[in-house]
Structure formats: C-alpha cells, structure tokens
C-alpha cells in the first residue's frame, strides 16, 4: 500500500499523509486532489513511501492523483523544500505559491492549446443565478463553472455537450469566446546582433567557457555599458547547448520591452513570459511550455525563479540589486539569492548583472567566490555629467531651483526631453494644519495619508484607506488646510506654470495603473510627444529614451540619513540609475540632482560616477560596525492588536532563543519602523550571527521552540536576510 506524503497550501509546516492504492513512485511531483477537513484540496505529492507515523485508522484515502500534467520534477522540489527551509515556510505553501493559479484547483483541467475559452462578461459576472429560469439546470451549472474562471473548449465540450447553451449565453451577452493564440503569424529573420566590443565579449567568453558547471558571476557595467547584449549573446549560446536560459527582471513593466528584444534577436526559439500581470491562463500556458521544455527562453520577475526548467543551461538576474527581487511578505524569499542555489543544484552558470550591485554581491565578487566580470565604458554617448543644485542658495518655488527651471526650459526650447525625477521615498504631499502642525495621519497606521489632487482624495499608502479631506483642521478649526511635499501631480502642475507651452507627462503608479496606460506613455515618449516626464522610480529602471538629455532629481536628501542602513547604498543604486536615462542617443546627457549636501560623500561618489570607490567605503564601514555583509541577520516579526503584546511575545520568544546555546547575538525587542499598519501593531526581534550556518542552525531550533509554544494572540514570522526594518 502506498502512501502518499503531499504539501498543502495550509500555514503549518507539516506534510499530510494520503493513502493511495494506485500511486508509485512515478508519481511524485504530481498534483493530488484529497480530503481536507470537510473540504477537498489539491497538493502536490512530494513523497511516495509505504509507511507513516500516523495510525492507519486515521488515515484517509486521497481521492484521485492528477495525472493530466507531466510531474514537477525533483530538482525542482528540491529548490523548493531548500527555500521552505532556509526562509522557514511552510513547503506546501512554497509549493503551491510557486504553481499557477490554475493548478491550485481541481475545477479546472489545463485547456488545450489553440481552441477558444469562454469567459464571463461584465454583464455575466453581474448575473445572479436566481435571474435564471428554476429548471435551467444546466445553465445554472454552467454560470457557477464560469465564476470558477475561463472555460476552456475542451472541457466545456465534456461538462456542456449542448453547444446552443454555450452560444445562447453569448448570444445574451454573458459569455464571451476568445481565440486562444495557437501559433503566432509567420515570424521575420532575426535581428543582428551588434558586433560586441572587447569587455563584452571577453564576459560573453568567460560565462560560456563555463556552461554546463556551476559558476556564479557578477556583470559589473556601468549604465549604457551592453549588459544586455552580454545577457543575449550567453543565452545564444545556451540554445545551441540546447538548454533553456532563465532570464530574471525586477519590474512586470520592464518585460514587453524585454521581450520585443529577446523575439527579434531569437525570432525561431520560443519565448514566455511568467509574471503575477499575466491572465491565468496566460500564466498556466507559458509555465507549462517551459515546464514541457517547448519555451526555450523564459523571463520573467522573481516569481518565475520557480518557474520548472528541466533542461536549465543559463540563470541570468538582471538588476540584481532591486529589491523587489525580495518578496515583502508572507514567503518573504530573495529570488536572487535562490537563483544562485538553484545555478548551484543544476550545475550551471549564474550572471548578476548590474552598475550598482547589492554590497553582498560586491562582497562576493571581491572576495573570489563570485567571478567579476566588468564592463566600463558606455556605449554611444559618454557618461552622463552629474552635478549638485545647493538648494541653499537657490530657494525654491513648488519644489523647484531656478538652476533647474533654466536648465529644462533650454532643453524644451532646443526640442530635447527632460526628467523630473521626484525620490518617492517620504516625498508625497501629505495635509497639514500650518496654525496648529496637524498632520494627516491614518488612523489605523502610523503613516500619513497622501493628498491625490484630481480627486480630492486622502490614501493610506500602507493599508489602502482611503477617506476624504477634511474641511477644517480636526484639532483647532483652522480652513486653510494646505498640502507639504512635493508629489508627483504638484511637480507636474507647476511644472506647467513655470514651462507654459511644454508638453507635461507625468508617469507614476496613479497614471500607469491601466494595463496597457504604460505601453501608450513609451509610444508617446518615442514619438516625441512630450517634453518633459515627470516621475517617480518606475522611470528609473532599463527604459531607453534617446531623446532624453536631461535628469533633474529632487528630494533625494532624506535617504542620506534614514536610519535604515540600506538607504544610502539603494540611493546610490538610484540615482546612478536614473541618471543613465541621461543621453543615450549620442549626446552627452546631464544630471542635476537638488540637494541641501553637496559635499556629501555620496554625492561625490556619484559625480564621479565611481561604484568601486563607494561601495569599498561602505563595506568598511559596514565591516567596522557589524553589519551585513559581514553579519548575517534574521527579524523575528510579530503583529498584534496592541504594541503590548507583539512586545511580550518577543520577550518570550528571547528567551526561548537564549535557552539555545547557539552563539547569536540577540537584539531587543523594538516597535517596527512603521510601527502600526491596517490597525495592528508591529513589533520586532533581531538576531545575527557572523556564521551564516551558525544563523541557520539557530533559526531552525527556534523556529521549532516558537511553532511547539502555546498558542499567542500576536501573529509572527520569520524573515531571514531582511531588506527592510
Ligand atoms: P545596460 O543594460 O548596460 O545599461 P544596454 O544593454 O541597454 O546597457 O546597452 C545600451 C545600448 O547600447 C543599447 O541600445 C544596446 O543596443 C547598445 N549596444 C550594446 N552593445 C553594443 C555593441 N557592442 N555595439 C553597438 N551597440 C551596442
Ligand atoms: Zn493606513
Ligand atoms: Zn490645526
């Protein structure tokens, strides 16, 4: 008798045991629909074994393996339950975050390719089943399948053989069908390459020297440097060793442009995309062409790190710095860090690219264990001229120096783009009593609401609240209830009194939210539709605007001291990106950046544009204080309704840790950086240790003492290698 050992998306870190008459081996990897409490669930089997310590009398019978779908296969679990362990999540629920959406359910069996799939319309969804006649049983059958997700023809054919049912839904405007693309039209001959200068392909030569072992590598390229070409070239290779190549990107928005460039240079190879914008069945198909080893490239954001390759040659990770490569919350995993395991589980080279890499990447390189490869000059235009504005000596109006007034209205009046690029860190207007200082605050965050001006409306950017203005000041009566700071649409409207006649476009997650808003702006943007962009961090990553010859940046000051010992290294990472916006189509671009320091070190660093000099100053800084790279470090977070007992939570769970003789070093207790969010409480614990083993050793015992203790009102986790505090 075989039993089956299957991961649950259910928050307790334990596998559940199944009896299963009919399973072998053969079927690990594979979905399994079982019995969950008075529910049914799906899982993925990760073991088939023919014991377990549960008595067979409590033992249930899963109900039906799934065997529509070739397994995940083991290296793939194995990259899996490595990522449950060192990030201490629940396996199932690392599983199923990594399996598409469709494939957490039963309801839907995978549609084929090239056939329609029937979706439910505005007016379906608003449709109410009692709206239907009593004994139209079918029809309500099919209403409920719908609101489950598309119907795919095949299965609609088995479950709805009455095909004028089908069509009098759409004749009634419930139901829509759609093509699914079997096949895109007849593709043109490739692009060529450009022919690569001497750094670049001595970093193509070294990567491909090295494919077919385990060999990670840090891309060190300035902006505008061909980093890209560099990526395009390994991947080349990596098809003709008939391997597929991973390609990682921090931002949805980056991967059309990615994409048109990857299908033009390998017209003939097939190419998907795997990111949390695609439609479900979009997600479903492209994973199951690579998981089929039909999609021979696949790029992707953090989540496709995951994504089952089974003949993996080439992990790339562009811009591997970002952040967003770290998930904030709940499997709170660095898709970069995974990367470089699941290079190491493959046997196959890993590239991290990027002019201003995380320090822990630079630590590596430095220190031998990663292979440095570097480009150093600029391809096209020289390098950008960055300089300081000393806002000390030049007031400002709206936000805005005289210097950089006059400098954009030369660059509009030669018909050139400029940038306005507004540091959205603490830089949102916020509503504010200037009689009594009352400030706009949520009430269920320590966090201001921010003022969006066209509908005159305050957003909690924390929690989603959204309320409106008040007419009065709350605490003295005061009307005259003015906005501070500078967002994004108080730049761009005294933008357009200060530059009458420029065309203004403002480009921020307001304006970019529709789906296809962004894709219209960069048409816009390349036509020469508009003089100056006005923006926040979506413009400052990978876009190429050859138009584009001037950067103003304002606010970057508050992050040279935040007590977050991070910001200044992710500011330095910024700014250089943004700049390199700056004169990419031949002519030597310029970068003013408004500061209150501009003698800081940083800012030197920047104007001389030389990452190696920064970051070895930082590193010995950070060597001298104790902080990571050469610490490594895990946050104990907990959330409760009251401060109080997140708090006594961790005191207890500090003293569970000190019980464990483990060689850590143990922090306080401390309320969070925003310490409510959505009306709890936050609190956290930090632990460190300079052995990174030593770390992990210590975290599983703790984790276990704190899974086992008694039950706490305040809810907790665990995030290891934490970005932000
Ligand atoms: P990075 O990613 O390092 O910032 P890109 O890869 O975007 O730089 O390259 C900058 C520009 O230079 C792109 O337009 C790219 O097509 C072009 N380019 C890259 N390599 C070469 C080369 N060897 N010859 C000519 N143009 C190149
Ligand atoms: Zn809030
Ligand atoms: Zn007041």
Same mark, same amino acid.
């Given at each position: ?135 139209? =049983? @079918?029809?309500?059958?099919? *209403?409920?399948?719908? $609101? /489950?997700?598309? !119907?795919?023809?095949? &299965? ?43 750094e670049?392909?001595?970093a ?13 590598f840090l891309l060190l390229g300035i902006t505008g440097s061909g980093k890209?070409?560099?990526?395009? =070239? @390994?991947?080349?290779?990596? *098809?003709?060793?008939? $391997? /597929?190549?991973? !390609?990682?990107?921090? &931002? ?66 562009d811009e591997e710095q970002d952040s ?28 991290l690219g990027s002019a201003t890499p995380a320090l822990e990447t630079y630590h590596n390189a430095a220190s031998?264990?990663y292979?440095q490869l570097i480009l150093s000059s600029r391809?096209?235009?020289p390098p950008p001229r960055i ?153 400052a990553k990978g ?10 940046v304002?606010?970057a000051?508050?992050q040279l ?5 991070r910001a200044a290294e992710r500011l330095f990472a910024l700014l250089t990106q943004v700049a390199g916006r700056a ?8 970068v003013?950046i ?6 800081h070190p940083l800012y030197e660093a920047l104007r001389q544009q030389d990452y190696r000099a920064y970051a070895e100053a930082t590193l010995a800084e950070r ?6 790279p ?96």
């Amino acid at each position: 008798m075989s039993i089956l050992r299957v991961a649950l998306d259910v928050p307790v870190a334990t596998l559940f045991d199944y009896i299963a008459p009919d399973a072998t081996e053969a079927d690990t990897g594979r979905r399994v629909l079982v019995p969950f409490g008075k529910k049914q669930a799906v899982g993925i089997i990760v073991e088939v074994t023919d014991s377990s310590e549960v008595p067979a009398v409590r033992l249930k019978t899963a109900l039906c393996v799934l065997r529509d779908l070739p397994p995940l296969a083991d290296e793939d679990l194995q990259l899996m339950r490595f990522a449950s362990d060192y990030y201490h999540h629940p396996l199932g629920a690392v599983v199923m975050s990594a399996l598409p959406t469709r494939l957490r359910r039963f309801a839907n069996p995978p549609t084929p390719r090239g056939s329609a799939t029937y979706l439910l319309t505005a007016a379906g969804m608003a449709l109410e089943s009692s709206a239907l006649p009593p004994r139209a =049983h @079918a029809q309500r059958r099919l *209403l409920e399948r719908l $609101r /489950q997700g598309p !119907l795919g023809h095949a &299965e609609a054919r088995v479950l709805f053989p009455e095909t004028l049912l089908l069509q009098r839904f759409v004749a009634r405007g419930w139901i829509r069908a759609q093509e699914t693309e079997a096949g895109k039209s007849p593709l043109p001959g490739a692009t060529p390459a450009p022919e690569l200068n001497a750094e670049q392909a001595r970093a193509v030569a070294e990567i491909c020297a090295q494919l077919g072992s385990f060999r990670p590598f840090l891309l060190l390229g300035i902006t505008g440097s061909g980093k890209t070409e560099v990526y395009l =070239h @390994a991947i080349s290779a990596t *098809l003709s060793a008939d $391997r /597929q190549a991973l !390609l990682l990107v921090p &931002e949805i928005a980056l991967t059309p442009q990615l994409e048109a460039l990857v299908e033009s240079r390998f017209p003939h190879i097939c190419t998907v995309s795997l990111h949390s914008g695609l439609s479900e069945t979009e997600r479903l198909e492209h994973w199951r062409a690579a998981r089929d080893g039909r999609a021979r490239i696949v790029l992707g954001t953090r989540l496709a790190v995951f994504a089952p390759l089974p003949e993996l040659g080439l992990i790339v990770v562009d811009e591997e710095q970002d952040s967003s490569f770290k998930q904030g919350e709940g499997f709170r995993y660095s898709a970069r860090d995974l990367a470089v395991i699941r290079a190491r589980q493959r046997g196959v080279p890993v590239v991290l690219g990027s002019a201003t890499p995380a320090l822990e990447t630079y630590h590596n390189a430095a220190s031998g264990r990663y292979t440095q490869l570097i480009l150093s000059s600029r391809i096209g235009a020289p390098p950008p001229r960055i300089s300081c504005i000393d806002t000390r000596g030049d007031p400002l109006a709206d936000g805005l120096s005289g210097r950089l007034l006059t400098a954009l209205r030369e660059r509009v009046g030669s018909n050139e783009q400029a940038l306005v690029f507004i540091n959205r860190r603490g830089y949102a207007p916020v509503l504010m009593c200037r009689s009594c200082g009352w400030l706009s605050g949520c009430h269920r965050c320590s966090a201001q609401l921010v003022l969006h001006l066209p509908e005159r409306r305050l957003h909690c950017h924390h929690c989603g609240h959204i309320a409106p203005p008040p007419i009065a000041c709350p605490d003295c009566g005061n009307p005259d209830l003015a906005p501070v700071g500078h967002g994004t649409q108080r730049v761009e409207e005294a933008l357009a009194r200060h530059l009458p006649g420029a065309r203004i476009l403002r480009i921020d997650r307001d304006t970019t939210r529709r789906r296809r808003a962004w894709a219209d702006m960069r048409k816009r943007i390349q036509e020469r539709d508009v003089d100056v962009l006005v923006g926040t961090q979506i413009l400052a990553k990978g876009h190429d605007f050859p138009h584009l010859n001037l950067v103003g940046v304002l606010n970057a000051d508050s992050q040279l001291y935040s007590s977050d010992f991070r910001a200044a290294e992710r500011l330095f990472a910024l700014l250089t990106q943004v700049a390199g916006r700056a004169g990419r189509g031949g002519t030597q671009g310029e970068v003013l950046i408004q500061t209150e320091f501009p003698h800081h070190p940083l800012y030197e660093a920047l104007r001389q544009q030389d990452y190696r000099a920064y970051a070895e100053a930082t590193l010995a800084e950070r060597r001298q204080a104790g902080f990571p790279p050469f610490v490594h470090q895990a946050l104990l977070r907990a959330e409760a309704p009251r401060l109080a007992i997140a708090l006594e939570f961790l005191a207890g769970a500090a003293r569970t840790a000190r019980t464990i003789n483990a060689g850590v070093t143990l922090y306080d207790p401390v309320p969070a950086a925003l310490p409510r969010r959505a009306g709890r409480e936050r609190a956290q614990l930090l632990v460190q240790s300079d052995s990174r083993q030593r770390l992990r050793d210590f975290l599983g015992a703790w984790h276990a003492a704190l899974a086992q203790a008694r039950a706490t009102p305040a809810r907790w986790s665990l995030d290891v290698d934490p970005l932000e505090f």
